[in-house]
């Protein structure tokens, strides 16, 4: 998966404003959602003209993707005006859809500028490396995880606070990683988003269980995406570490909902995030 994702993310095109995406198995047995994030807005990037970047989309999970099958996208132009396009995309596995997305591009122009702090946090450099979170995780992770944890990702994460990254602190309602791509990424802004959106459905829903003091492998839990929004603010690179901010302002009805906030090394805010996620505790299982 490391040097995989870019291929992922390079859909074969079928036809006009239609194209194809393969998958990788994470090890949850279903598509993760920063994928199909990912290539439905490389599919709507590829109807737009170039000089306009994504700054905005909203998706809903619809079902939950196959692994073993390909994804089909459909693009619909909703419209181009002077300075801003839009576009919906579908994704469907056979004759179901699994994902919807509204994506807005705008031009580049100049405006106002202002931007909330970043935190102060150390820097990556000075947290544990991931060999050090691996030997951490063998201690104290289930099976199921320590798999997940050990299989080669596209991204790589150091936790600034490792025991609220378990869900071991059941004291905050947020947390922090740098995170970065391992992998060179082109020029394109395109692409670089693309894969900033495939990065952005990484640790965000987990936030929802910090203050439950659990953790998204815990056994008895149900934890999946519901819908994911993103708005890109300023131009970004990820071959550096971007630090993300995710917290969880509300839970209740089996509904968790998170925010999330990426800076750079320089604590420019180049994008935030929204998700709500299904949190279900089994019935049958206690904690």
């Known amino acids: 998966m490391t040097d995989d994702l870019l291929g992922i993310l390079d859909l074969e095109p079928l036809e006009i404003n239609h194209y194809r995406g393969r998958s990788v198995d994470p090890g949850w047995r279903r598509v993760?959602?920063?994928?199909?994030?990912?290539?439905?807005?490389?599919?709507?990037?590829?109807?737009?003209?170039?000089?306009?970047?994504?700054?905005?989309?909203?998706?809903?999970?619809?079902?939950?993707?196959?692994?073993?099958?390909?994804?089909?996208?459909?693009?619909?132009?909703?419209?181009?005006?002077?300075?801003?396009?839009?576009?919906?995309?579908?994704?469907?596995?056979?004759?179901?859809?699994?994902?919807?997305?509204?994506?807005?591009?705008?031009?580049?122009?100049?405006?106002?500028?202002?931007?909330?702090?970043?935190?102060?946090?150390p820097a990556p450099e000075a947290l544990p490396d991931e060999s050090a979170l691996l030997a951490a995780l063998a201690s104290r992770a289930p099976a199921s995880a320590l798999t997940f944890w050990r299989k080669p990702r596209a991204i790589e994460i150091r936790p600034v606070d490792l025991e609220a990254f378990l869900g071991r602190s059941g004291a905050e309602q947020s947390q922090a990683s740098w995170i970065r791509a391992r992998m060179a990424l082109p020029d394109d802004p395109a692409v670089v988003r693309a894969v900033l959106a495939y990065a952005s459905d990484l640790t965000l829903l987990d936030t929802t269980l910090i203050a439950e003091g659990r953790w998204v492998f815990d056994p008895g839990l149900m934890v999946t995406s519901l819908?994911?929004?993103?708005?890109?603010?300023?131009?970004?690179?990820?071959?550096?570490?971007?630090?993300?901010?995710?917290?969880?302002?509300?839970?209740?009805?089996?509904?968790?909902?998170?925010?999330?906030?990426?800076?750079?090394?320089?604590?420019?805010?180049?994008?935030?995030?929204?998700?709500?996620?299904?949190?279900?505790?089994?019935?049958d299982h206690q904690p």
């Open 32 to 121: 993760f959602g920063g994928q199909v994030i990912g290539q439905a807005l490389i599919a709507a990037s590829r109807t737009v003209d170039p000089a306009r970047l994504v700054h905005s989309l909203h998706g809903y999970f619809l079902r939950p993707g196959n692994p073993d099958g390909a994804i089909d996208y459909a693009v619909e132009r909703i419209r181009d005006g002077g300075s801003f396009s839009t576009r919906r995309v579908v994704a469907s596995q056979g004759s179901e859809a699994i994902f919807a997305m509204a994506a807005s591009f705008h031009i580049e122009e100049p405006g106002f500028a202002h931007q909330a702090p970043m935190p102060v946090v």
């Open 227 to 283: 819908d994911h929004a993103m708005w890109f603010h300023r131009p970004v690179r990820f071959d550096d570490w971007l630090l993300y901010v995710c917290d969880s302002p509300s839970a209740s009805g089996a509904r968790g909902f998170n925010r999330g906030a990426l800076y750079d090394r320089a604590g420019c805010l180049v994008a935030s995030v929204a998700q709500e996620g299904l949190v279900r505790q089994a019935r």
